[in-house]
């Protein structure tokens, strides 16, 4: 239930599936605690990209699935094409995120580690940067990057210092509900040790979990905070 105390909380996922590796359990946390989660999807497919129909069904109804799933206040489709966000205007990316940054009043954005390997993700993380200047943007008083499995940790630029975790979220209470969202999207699921599978997601959160004294964490990388 939505109360005075509660915050307006936006996660923004290059695809779907970004938000559930990323923060998953954070978001179910923020929703019972009452706040209002809204998830901005950058891109989506089509039958123009070269996806069967089926698979763009198959699509939606996950989308569908796992937005009933969170409970989220909102779900917002930009519907750029995926990977290929590197040659789409970046003006048309800020001015996407921005229109619906101020409509929605986020005071708490979660946004994709930039130097992930896949390019949509640092695509994705400017557009962010660009909405979250306080004289135009006022509401926006948290800024956290999150960790994405499957891309973080493959990120291979030299001066990258690599994902380094500031924050960090008790999640115990929401571990298992995050595994069974993440199994909707079973096309992109595949047995340990392959990234995406239930063991290594919960070894990621029990990893984080050690360095903040809980059984289960999700770790960010706070970029603004305003108190």
Same mark, same amino acid.
């Given at each position: ?11 923004? *996922? ?19 605690? $009452? ?13 123009? +990209? ?23 206040? $909102? ?8 990977? +290929? ?12 995120? $921005? ?22 993700? *640092? ?6 940067? *660009? ?81 903040? $004294? ?14």
């Amino acid at each position: 239930m939505f109360t005075p105390d509660s915050k307006v909380v936006a996660v923004v *996922a290059p695809h779907p599936d970004d938000e559930t590796l990323g923060c998953g359990a954070t978001l179910l946390k923020h929703v019972a605690h $009452g706040d209002s989660v809204h998830w901005i999807l950058f891109t989506g497919i089509s039958t123009e +990209q070269g996806f069967t129909e089926d698979r763009v069904r198959s699509r939606d109804d996950e989308i569908h699935r796992v937005a009933k799933s969170y409970g989220f206040a $909102g779900t917002h489709r930009l519907n750029f094409p995926t990977m +290929q966000l590197d040659l789409v205007p970046k003006a048309d990316l800020v001015d996407a995120l $921005g229109t619906l940054v101020k409509q929605l009043g986020v005071h708490t954005l979660y946004v994709p580690y930039r130097n992930d390997a896949h390019s949509d993700h *640092a695509a994705v993380f400017d557009a962010c940067a *660009a909405c979250i200047k306080t004289f135009r943007y006022p509401s926006v008083r948290s800024v956290r990057a999150y960790e994405t499995l499957s891309e973080t940790e493959y990120g291979v630029k030299p001066e990258d210092p690599g994902f380094r975790p500031n924050l960090f979220v008790d999640v115990k209470g929401f571990l298992d509900r995050k595994l069974e969202i993440m199994s909707i999207y079973a096309s992109e699921m595949a047995p340990f040790p392959f990234p995406r599978s239930d063991v290594a997601l919960r070894a990621q959160a029990q990893l984080r979990g050690t360095q903040c $004294g809980t059984t289960a964490a999700e770790s960010f990388m706070l970029l603004k905070e305003i108190e």
